[in-house]
């Protein structure tokens, strides 16, 4: 089933239609930036990221979910954003050199934009389509479980963050996290959520920090893209949850229409933090989150 809708016929249709798309960003035309500013990522660095990533969920994606995963690397398209589509059992990301050249984006704030993506395909509840985790969910997914495989067998490079996290994020990932390891990915995590966040508050026109935490509260699940600073809160919330996500389970995915509902949340408390088993710290934002239980 084809779902994904190109920004050019988006503009022709009714907001209805939107919520079937899963790209990283609202469309935009940010193309016409492209190359103007240096960019922190090579052509090199760019197939990098998606090799590591490819590597891991591939295999995970072709066993247990009798999937394909496609990455299209599509350097040359100066086309800011990325996107997920399932055809089939084609499991598909497109990743745009375009976003890859955005000055503000580092290679770990481009991995985490991979990881949103992949996230569509894995992180299950709560979905925006039969198969698509909405967006804040996808973000959560990025940094409760695709960070910590991508980046779990690199403790030197990770401790490498201990040296210039702020002292915000740190204080927050040492409350959670004892272990030394698990706090240098914990940091090295909040760098990179805070790289993408950034990229996304330049778009959006707003402000982000560490400590003015989005306070809009919502009456139910927004699936749209949260605003910069909603979508940072997101990516902290999942670098300190301590529970273990389980890429080989998509959780509610099973459930068909009551994907989204009491018995999907319940399937998602093992794998995530909820408020449902009592988490303060870790739980997804209520600026686009509203739990069923
Ligand atoms: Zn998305």
């Given at each position: 089933m084809l779902t994904r809708i190109s920004p050019f016929v988006l503009l022709g249709l009714s907001l209805a239609a939107t919520a079937a798309r899963a790209d990283f960003l609202p469309p935009n035309n940010l193309h016409l930036e492209d190359g103007l500013r240096s960019a922190n990522l090579t052509e090199k660095d760019f197939n990098e990221v998606i090799?590591?990533?490819?590597?891991?969920y591939a295999p995970i994606i072709k066993n247990t979910h009798k999937g394909t995963l496609k990455i299209n690397r599509l350097w040359t398209n100066t086309t800011v954003n990325a996107s997920a589509t399932q055809i089939g059992s084609s499991w598909?990301?497109?990743?745009?050199?375009?976003?890859?050249?955005?000055p503000e984006i580092t290679r770990d704030g481009f991995s985490m934009v991979l990881c949103h993506e992949i996230g569509h395909h894995l992180g299950g509840y709560p979905?925006?389509?039969?198969?698509?985790?909405?967006?804040?969910?996808?973000?959560?997914f990025a940094?409760?479980?695709?960070?910590?495989?991508?980046?779990?067998?690199?403790?030197e490079a990770n401790a490498e963050f201990r040296k210039t996290i702020a002292a915000s994020p740190k204080a927050k990932c040492d409350a959670v996290w004892t272990d030394e390891t698990d706090q240098d990915l914990?940091?090295?995590t909040?760098?990179?959520?805070?790289?993408?966040?950034?990229?996304?508050?330049?778009l959006g026109g707003t402000k982000?920090?560490?400590?003015?935490?989005?306070?809009?509260v919502v009456k139910s699940t927004d699936n749209a893209h949260p605003q910069g600073q909603c979508r940072l809160d997101t990516y902290m919330a999942g670098a300190l949850c301590n529970k273990e996500f389980d890429e080989k389970i998509i959780p509610g995915k099973d459930l068909g229409s009551r994907?989204?509902?009491?018995d999907a949340e319940m399937a998602t408390a093992k794998f995530t933090c909820t408020k449902y088993e009592d988490y303060d710290v870790g739980v997804r934002p209520l600026c686009w989150f509203k739990p069923a239980l």
């Amino acid at each position: 089933m084809l779902t994904r809708i190109s920004p050019f016929v988006l503009l022709g249709l009714s907001l209805a239609a939107t919520a079937a798309r899963a790209d990283f960003l609202p469309p935009n035309n940010l193309h016409l930036e492209d190359g103007l500013r240096s960019a922190n990522l090579t052509e090199k660095d760019f197939n990098e990221v998606i090799d590591e990533a490819q590597a891991i969920y591939a295999p995970i994606i072709k066993n247990t979910h009798k999937g394909t995963l496609k990455i299209n690397r599509l350097w040359t398209n100066t086309t800011v954003n990325a996107s997920a589509t399932q055809i089939g059992s084609s499991w598909e990301v497109n990743m745009y050199g375009g976003l890859a050249r955005r000055p503000e984006i580092t290679r770990d704030g481009f991995s985490m934009v991979l990881c949103h993506e992949i996230g569509h395909h894995l992180g299950g509840y709560p979905f925006s389509s039969s198969w698509a985790a909405n967006e804040g969910e996808s973000d959560y997914f990025a940094t409760i479980s695709c960070a910590r495989q991508l980046w779990k067998d690199s403790p030197e490079a990770n401790a490498e963050f201990r040296k210039t996290i702020a002292a915000s994020p740190k204080a927050k990932c040492d409350a959670v996290w004892t272990d030394e390891t698990d706090q240098d990915l914990c940091y090295r995590t909040m760098a990179a959520g805070k790289s993408t966040a950034d990229l996304l508050s330049a778009l959006g026109g707003t402000k982000i920090g560490w400590d003015t935490p989005d306070k809009k509260v919502v009456k139910s699940t927004d699936n749209a893209h949260p605003q910069g600073q909603c979508r940072l809160d997101t990516y902290m919330a999942g670098a300190l949850c301590n529970k273990e996500f389980d890429e080989k389970i998509i959780p509610g995915k099973d459930l068909g229409s009551r994907r989204n509902g009491k018995d999907a949340e319940m399937a998602t408390a093992k794998f995530t933090c909820t408020k449902y088993e009592d988490y303060d710290v870790g739980v997804r934002p209520l600026c686009w989150f509203k739990p069923a239980l």
